[in-house]
């Protein structure tokens, strides 16, 4: 829930969607597989575009 909130909070909509589905999921008690693949999919598109903007704004990060 905090990491739903969390998600809304930066603008990641699509990734707080995902985390309300999956808490649907568990609360059903449904595979939770495919909506756990998906987040895997958003967070790294999320990592890579945060990597992109510390490069243009030359600022040090991880590396891609």
Excluded: Y
């Excluded at 699509?14 to 693949?37: E, N, S, T, Y």
């Amino acid at each position: 829930h905090s990491l739903r909130g969390a998600s809304v909070q930066m603008g990641l909509r699509a990734m707080a969607d995902l985390l309300a589905r999956l808490d649907g999921a568990i609360a059903q008690r449904l595979p939770a597989d495919p909506i756990l693949d998906a987040l895997d999919g958003e967070f790294e598109m999320g990592r890579l575009s945060l990597h992109d903007a510390r490069r243009r704004l030359g600022a040090p990060g991880p590396e891609a």
